[in-house]
C-alpha cells in the first residue's frame, strides 16, 4: 500500500520525485566526497567496477587511436577518470546533476586535460559539434540516460549528423539472449535496448556490436552495453575484435 500510494504521489506531483532525486544525488555526493575525495585509479569503480567491459575500451582505444574522448554523464567521476588516465587523451565530459558535477569537478582536479560542463548532454554535444572536434576521431561512452526524461535517441542523431568518424558505447544496454547483463528500463517505448535506436541506425546504416562474454564471466555490475559505428572501414575495424565485440543480428 506504501509503494501504492507513493507511486501515486509521484504521477500527481512529479516535482516531489524530482526533489527526491536531488536529495539522493547530494547524499551520493556527500558520501563520495568523504570516502574518496580525489579519483584513485587503484579503486576500480569505473564502468561499473566491470573488468570486461574496461578491456573492451582499452581494445578499442588501441585499435582507433582517438583523437579525444567524448562522455555523456560524467556521475562521480570514476569512468571520465579511468578514461583519462588509459588514453591520455583530452575527455569532455558534461553532467546534468550540479551535486555530481561539482563532486567530479573537485575528484578530478589533477587532470590537465579534462573539460567538464554542468547541463543537458544534448546541449552539450550539439555545441561540441559546432567546434573542429568534429573533424577528430572521438569515442563517445553515452551514459546521460537516467529518470524520466532520455536523451538517447537525440544524442545519436547529434553524433551521426556531425562526426564523419567515431565509435560510440552506450551504458546499461541489454544484451540480446543474456539478461545476465543488466540494463534501464523506464516503462513503456523507453527500455534502453536495440528496438528503441534500431530505426536511427538501420536509417543512418550503422552496425551495433555486443559484449561476446557470457554475463555470468564479468565482473562487478555486469551492466549491458552497446557499440556502434558507421558501416565500412569502422565496423570492419571493430570485426577484428570478435573475441571482445559480436555484430548484431
Given at each position: 500500500?506504501k509503494?501504492?500510494?507513493?507511486?501515486?504521489?509521484h504521477?500527481?506531483?512529479?516535482?516531489?520525485r524530482?526533489?527526491?532525486?536531488?536529495?539522493?544525488?547530494?547524499?551520493?555526493?556527500f558520501?563520495?566526497?568523504?570516502?574518496?575525495?580525489?579519483?584513485?585509479?587503484?579503486?576500480?569503480?569505473?564502468?561499473?567496477?566491470?573488468?570486461?567491459?574496461?578491456?573492451?575500451?582499452?581494445?578499442?582505444?588501441?585499435?582507433?587511436?582517438?583523437?579525444?574522448?567524448?562522455?555523456?554523464?560524467?556521475?562521480?567521476g570514476?569512468?571520465?577518470?579511468w578514461?583519462?588516465?588509459?588514453?591520455?587523451?583530452?575527455?569532455?565530459?558534461c553532467?546534468?546533476?550540479?551535486?555530481?558535477?561539482?563532486?567530479?569537478?573537485?575528484?578530478?582536479?589533477?587532470?590537465?586535460?579534462?573539460?567538464?560542463?554542468?547541463?543537458?548532454?544534448?546541449?552539450?554535444?550539439?555545441?561540441?559539434s559546432?567546434?573542429?572536434?568534429?573533424?577528430?576521431?572521438?569515442?563517445?561512452?553515452l551514459?546521460?540516460?537516467?529518470?524520466?526524461d532520455?536523451?538517447?535517441?537525440?544524442?545519436i542523431?547529434?553524433?551521426?549528423?556531425a562526426w564523419?568518424?567515431?565509435?560510440?558505447?552506450?551504458?546499461?544496454?541489454?544484451?540480446?539472449?543474456?539478461?545476465g547483463?543488466?540494463?534501464?528500463?523506464?516503462?513503456p517505448?523507453?527500455?534502453?535496448?536495440?528496438?528503441?535506436?534500431?530505426p536511427i541506425?538501420?536509417?543512418?546504416?550503422?552496425?551495433?556490436?555486443?559484449p561476446?562474454?557470457p554475463?555470468?564471466?564479468?565482473?562487478?555490475a555486469?551492466?549491458?552495453?552497446?557499440?556502434?559505428?558507421?558501416?565500412?572501414?569502422?565496423s570492419?575495424?571493430?570485426?577484428?575484435?570478435?573475441?571482445?565485440?559480436?555484430?548484431?543480428e
Amino acid at each position: 500500500m506504501k509503494k501504492f500510494l507513493k507511486n501515486i504521489i509521484h504521477k500527481i506531483f512529479p516535482e516531489y520525485r524530482d526533489l527526491q532525486v536531488q536529495l539522493s544525488e547530494i547524499e551520493n555526493a556527500f558520501a563520495m566526497l568523504s570516502l574518496r575525495p580525489e579519483y584513485e585509479s587503484s579503486v576500480n569503480l569505473s564502468f561499473n567496477s566491470q573488468n570486461y567491459r574496461r578491456e573492451i575500451v582499452k581494445s578499442l582505444l588501441d585499435e582507433f587511436k582517438f583523437d579525444a574522448i567524448i562522455e555523456t554523464g560524467t556521475y562521480l567521476g570514476d569512468t571520465t577518470g579511468w578514461l583519462l588516465e588509459n588514453s591520455k587523451l583530452p575527455v569532455y565530459s558534461c553532467e546534468i546533476s550540479p551535486a555530481y558535477f561539482f563532486t567530479a569537478q573537485k575528484r578530478l582536479s589533477k587532470f590537465y586535460n579534462v573539460h567538464l560542463e554542468l547541463g543537458d548532454s544534448r546541449n552539450f554535444l550539439s555545441n561540441l559539434s559546432k567546434t573542429d572536434l568534429k573533424e577528430k576521431t572521438c569515442f563517445f561512452y553515452l551514459d546521460a540516460h537516467w529518470g524520466r526524461d532520455l536523451p538517447l535517441t537525440k544524442e545519436i542523431k547529434i553524433i551521426d549528423d556531425a562526426w564523419l568518424d567515431y565509435v560510440v558505447m552506450i551504458d546499461d544496454f541489454r544484451v540480446p539472449g543474456d539478461d545476465g547483463y543488466g540494463y534501464d528500463d523506464y516503462g513503456p517505448g523507453k527500455r534502453i535496448e536495440i528496438k528503441l535506436i534500431k530505426p536511427i541506425l538501420d536509417e543512418r546504416s550503422i552496425s551495433a556490436f555486443f559484449p561476446s562474454l557470457p554475463s555470468q564471466r564479468e565482473s562487478g555490475a555486469k551492466r549491458g552495453c552497446v557499440v556502434f559505428t558507421k558501416t565500412g572501414r569502422n565496423s570492419d575495424q571493430i570485426k577484428k575484435l570478435a573475441e571482445l565485440l559480436v555484430k548484431a543480428e
